[in-house]
């Protein structure tokens, strides 16, 4: 089973969709955090943690091994639910290996993001243990975006990651709702989906004819609030 993630960084849509048993985990970055309102990093994290059990993904923002070390070790302390996420590379293309094995060895539970390749899993899973929770997120909507198909890298992340029952594959960066059917065809562990998504998968299952109707219904609607005319 696919369980789905929220991906928003807003406490009060954290709490509206906290109580959503659709919604399995959350995941945040510093962008959407940003785009929150957060001005404390860490405050506003441990706000985050407080506001639900389930599993929620908080990024460290150094862009070097030594102080991602450091933000790490600091953000697993925050509460029991937190997983560090760390990018798979730094800004300069660097693998961050050492930061993956180093929190990992700490048991910290990571999600390590950014990810875009199955080399790059294969990396990640020859710096870790088979007992600490590890996610990787994959990136396939920005795959799909720069005009790369996303799937063959997803199949052959699950596959060389089976071994691991402590690895999940995520899919990250989702575009539309039908990614989640794709995701659960590939049997990845994880999607995580913006809010407005997650409320359009609980929508599924429409029949064509209905929605066929609906949309010719949008239309019409829309031609007599403008009073067309020919």
Request: aromatic share 8%; charged share 30%; with cysteine.
């Amino acid at each position: 089973m696919t369980k789905i993630f929220c991906d928003i960084a807003d406490i009060k849509i954290i709490r509206k969709f906290n109580k959503k048993k659709i919604v399995k985990g959350f995941t945040t970055n510093p962008t959407l955090m940003r785009k929150a309102g957060a001005k404390d990093y860490a405050d506003y994290t441990k706000k985050i943690l407080k506001t639900t059990i389930k599993p929620v993904s908080c990024e460290v923002f150094a862009d070097d091994i030594n102080n991602m070390i450091i933000q790490g070790k600091k953000m697993s302390k925050w509460g029991k639910n937190v997983f560090v996420k760390v990018p798979v590379t730094n800004s300069r293309g660097q693998f961050m290996g050492k930061v993956i094995k180093n929190l990992n060895k700490s048991k910290i539970k990571l999600n390590i993001t950014a990810v875009y390749t199955s080399k790059q899993t294969k990396q990640i899973l020859k710096k870790i243990n088979k007992k600490t929770k590890v996610i990787i997120s994959i990136f396939a909507g920005r795959m799909a975006d720069s005009g790369k198909d996303p799937i063959p890298q997803f199949k052959e992340s699950i596959k060389i990651s089976k071994k691991y029952k402590n690895v999940e594959i995520l899919w990250a960066s989702t575009r539309e709702p039908y990614n989640y059917l794709q995701a659960k065809d590939l049997k990845c562990d994880i999607i995580t989906v913006p809010p407005a998504m997650i409320e359009k998968i609980e929508k599924f299952g429409k029949s064509f004819e209905k929605l066929t109707i609906d949309t010719v219904l949008g239309f019409l609607k829309d031609s007599r609030k403008s009073k067309f005319k020919i």
